[in-house]
């Protein structure tokens, strides 16, 4: 205004032109500044020497207008306070403080003094509530019936962060917490805080109590396992009862009934332990819903039989007759639910709630330091250690392994000795030995304090007891890498000052890490809500025939996720048939259950056809058949369900958790134990797979020579039982179709060096391995031993000498070049960089011999701070740096003209063409002269790109790569979440298309479009007999996503602010609020949930006016369908 205003006084002035001039410089950088302050040139500061905030700062960032007032904002009646816990509540209740409820219903309070005629006025009805009188507490009391409250814990990272429940007015000022729910607010009582807020309209009141309420939100939404678990003292009270103990007081004793036994418990007649028998009453669940009661004598315990009287009516009692630990625990929840409903369920939940801190309580566990079990074969086992550490040392000083190689092996045999102590201090721990009626010594399993927490799964783990009372074992320094002495002392013995500065220097990158990855995993979740935040499920099925052939998910040999839980919750795309009679036992569109995948698994079918949230053919959302059985429900979704939104809490949420978590273990190196042979789990006959090749040796073993090759075994009906591949250089113990039993060894091999093997007999000629150009001497300053090493060709001096590949030709006796069998092409192996040379030349050599062995890197501790970011990645969709290679034909290889640092790899498809690669020289190339590759094999050995797999694959492969890799990481965590959702947010990622082909259409070749827009436009040509639009699928990932939105308002909302909303200005764009963040963002109801009929019905209103009466017309029947769906 001031440089406006001189301006204004200069031009009145006539003022000479370089002053008028200057004056509009800086009047024009005013301005500039006021829009967007930095932008350009320094920024102007205000008197505090801050930059001043620019409107366009008024819009951004988390402070922002978007982010602090639009997106969420601060609401009255809502208050918040410390938590405490309540053990007596029941599940759909919370205790609330007196002061609190006053305060939060004041404006009822008012209403009702008034209604009564207790009070005039306002202004009399609030002076009577700060008097606080007896009246007021009983209208109180009166007010808050049936009104539930919600409560919330920050950091909301689910949907379970927030739930309502019944309020019971308490004393004090702490809010009661029910004990089951702290799990899903992942909530404790050392000072956490939680906040209380009150809906208000009797609708929302009424979907908090119907959608929101504690009891109703048994299941979680990530996987469908029941999130209302027990935990901690109550698990250790269940487990303690449900324990048995031989020769305990009154063991063998008969009782007719549980009153007889809980009289003779009270009475001290007999052991909560004890053995004894007893006729129970069973009630079974008719189709009907009729109960029938039946009488069983049960040989169980004191203990065992009190918890049966808990049990729901359709609940066998051989569920509680075993000891029960958390695991357990949780299965009886999901069977109580998946049988005998939601209802029964809650009302278990409570009771063994209840019954497990009485008898927490009873058992009286403590926790001293004689618990703490040192075992006595200990210092054999550390001397047994130190000996092969020592032989180790000794073949390294003689020269026969290389340091690398000395060090895993060292590392291996601490982490082996580290587990076998485990072993023998659980052995110890777990039993002791009692006697019996007959007075014979028996073991049985201990009651040792520490031994039942762990056990029961109440507290602490055996990694955590081991390092009390075993040793310590491997650390790890904060970059990962393992320290090579062990710290081989436990807390019960304590450590000496080096082991104490050893545990403490990897136990400080826990807590560094920690600090570090809750913003990043919260970014991740903020990240995957944008991209998805728009995907309802907006109708019921988009009668698409298409799906995913789903099988079970085996590596390397074990079932990591069975088919029955693959498929489990969703519809099948095609007709299921019985594998031997071929009848139809489920038909295409069956929403498969847990009773139907047993069956399919019990007839041993091997894939089934599902339908996905990929192939859905829906526009703009997504439709409740493909996206199958609503996990957090256990039924059908419901149409209006935001499953996007679920989909990326789901990811998010236990991404927080587990790196909130990483220190636990205190830097303690896990490491994931490295195979070196194949042991097989099931009888059957042995199959080798197409991709298997080998060769037999001068001492008559079998080498593996194939890369890609596979065993499998079969059961006696020809039905695969596991697969395992089997790596380059393996020696195999068992031919093609032999009969073999489990726990037969099939193939071994070293882990630690990557072999290189000749498949052809000859003389070895070296080429082009020159000492000091292409291969360097290395001698060992400890053995004084040389060994040939290929150097780098990056590393090499000269320029010619980086062109040079150091290879062996072999010569038969004649002294001609050996050729590969069936060509003309002389035998050719190249050796890579960093391959340790083990042959001399002009050795003979004989087939299956190896001529170089690569070192393998050193293992570091895999932690999920690998982790986070690998999620980030997969969902970013970055290509990694050193991709492997794809083929993009089929067809066969073979190796061109080398050009400077790069070789030449040629492919020539079926039709002759040929497609040429220059791959660089130290990469490792896994194709061989004269294979032949089908489209989409790797050929170059590297991570793979997903944009690769996409193009040469297909969506259904792509989505395969990615959902498998993101559980890998999440799988070692051990957190479970359903496959759905990785798809949901593969779907979103996927949602636009390049067009390669425009047709009649009004797109140009090479632009990005929506895919449902395309899909809109190709019907229209279809329908007009035109020429549809050809397009290619395009992946993004999420931040990209987010921001290539067609809803301008969503995207400015997210980042880059400024940038989005100037290109919607210059393009007009409008936006259609088709979202959930747009309409928050403009404050009108979402469209989803109870929402969703609400904008459904505005939509056909606008539909109506614009297109005339004749629409309504036809309009009406499909309305009358959408109002009955919510309810």
Known sequence: INRNNRLKRLLELKAPEIIVRNEKRMLQEAVDSLLDNGRRGKAMTGANKRPLKSLADMLKGKQGRFRQNLLGKRVDYSGRSVIVVGPELKLHQCGLPKKMALELFKPFIFHKLEVLGLATTIKAAKRLVEEEGPEVWDILEDVIREHPVMLNRAPTLHRLGIQAFEPVLIEGKAIQLHPLVCAAFNADFDGDQMAVHVPLSLEAQMEARTLMLASNNVLSPANGEPIIVPSQDIVLGLYYMTRERINAKGEGMMFSDVVEISRAYESRQVDLHARIIVRLKEYTLEANGEKKEKITRYETTVGRALLAELLPAGLPFSVVNKPLKKKEISRLINASF?????????????????????????????????????????????????????????????????????????????????????????????????????????????????????????????????????????????????????????????????????????????????????????????????????????????????????????????????????????????????????????????????????????????????????????????????????????????????????????????????????????????????????????????????????????????????????????????????????????????????????????????????????????????????????????????????????????????????????????????????????????????????????????????????????????SKTRDITGGLPRVAELFEARSPKDAGLLAEVTGTISFGKDTKGKQRLVITDLDGNANEYLIAKDKHVTAHDGQVVNKGESIVDGPADPHDILRLLGVEALARYIADEVQDVYRLQGVKINDKHIEVIVRQMLRRVTISDSGDTRFIQGEQVERAEVLDENERMAAEGKQPASYDFMLLGITKASLSTDSFISAASFQETTRVLTEAAIMGKKDELRGLKENVIVGRLIPAGTGLAYHNTRRNQKLGADMGENVLAEESPVEAQDDEQPA
């Open 338 to 858: 998946r049988r005998c409903g939601l209802r029964e369920t809650v009302i278990l939940a409570d009771k063994l709630m209840y019954t497990g801190f009485t008898y927490a309580a009873r058992a009286g566990i403590s926790i001293a330091v004689d618990d703490m079990l040192v075992p006595t074969q200990k210092e054999g086992i550390l001397g047994a250690a130190e000996a092969e550490v020592k032989e180790i040392e000794m073949q390294y000083s003689s020269g026969l392994v290389t340091q690398g190689e000395r060090y895993n092996k060292v590392v291996d045999i601490w982490g082996r000795a580290g587990d076998v102590v485990a072993k023998a201090m659980m052995d110890q721990l777990g039993s002791e030995k009692v006697t019996d009626r007959e007075g014979k010594e028996v073991k049985q399993e201990s009651f040792n304090s520490i031994y039942m927490m762990a056990d029961s799964g109440a507290r602490g783990s055996a990694a955590q007891i081991r390092q009390l009372a075993g040793m310590r074992g491997l650390m790890a320094k904060p970059d990962g890498s393992i320290i090579e002495t062990p710290i081989t002392a436990n807390f019960r013995e304590g450590l000496n000052v080096l082991q104490y500065f050893i545990s403490t220097h990897g136990a400080r990158k826990g807590l560094a890490d920690t600090a570090l990855k809750t913003a990043n995993s919260g970014y991740l979740t903020r990240r995957l809500v944008d991209v998805t935040q728009d995907l309802v499920v907006t109708e019921q099925d988009c009668g698409t025939s298409n799906g995913v052939a789903l099988k079970a998910l085996v590596e390397g040999g074990e079932v990591v996720e069975p088919l029955r839980e693959r498929i489990l919750g969703r519809v099948t795309a095609a007709d299921v048939a019985h594998p031997e009679t071929g009848e139809t036992v489920y038909e295409a569109g069956t929403l498969l259950d847990e009773d139907a995948v047993e069956a399919i698994e019990a007839l041993g079918i091997d894939e089934v056809k599902m339908r996905t949230p990929l192939t859905c053919e829906t526009r703009y959302g997504l439709c409740a058949k493909c996206y199958g059985r609503d996990l957090g429900r256990g039924m059908l979704v419901n149409v209006g369900e935001a499953v996007g939104v679920i989909a990326a809490q789901s990811i998010g949420e236990p991404g927080t958790q587990l790196t909130m978590r990483t220190f636990h273990i205190g830097g303690a190196a896990s490491r994931a134990a490295v195979t070196s042979q194949i042991e097989i789990k099931s009888n059957g006959t042995l199959r080798f797979t197409s991709g298997m090749r080998y060769v037999t040796n001068a001492k008559g073993e079998l080498i593996v020579i194939s890369r890609s090759g596979e065993v499998m075994i079969q059961d006696d009906n020809g039905r695969e039982r596991e697969r395992h591949k089997v790596p380059y250089g393996a020696t195999l113990l068992s031919m093609d179709g032999t009969v073999v039993k489990a726990g037969h060894v099939l193939a071994a091999w070293d882990p630690h060096t990557r072999p290189i093997i000749t498949e052809y007999a000859g003389k070895v000629r070296f080429e082009n391995v020159e000492e000091g150009v292409t291969v360097a001497k290395q001698i060992d300053e400890v053995t004084g031993l040389s060994t040939l090493v290929v150097i780098d060709p990056k590393r090499r001096g000269t320029g010619v000498s980086k062109g040079l590949r150091p290879q062996v030709k072999l010569l038969d006796e004649k002294g001609d070049e050996v050729k590969i069998a069936g060509t003309d092409l002389p035998v050719n192996i190249t050796f890579h960089v960093g391959s340790i040379i083990t042959v001399k030349n002009g050795q003979d050599v004989s087939v299956g011999e190896v001529l170089a062995r690569i070192p393998q890197e050193t």
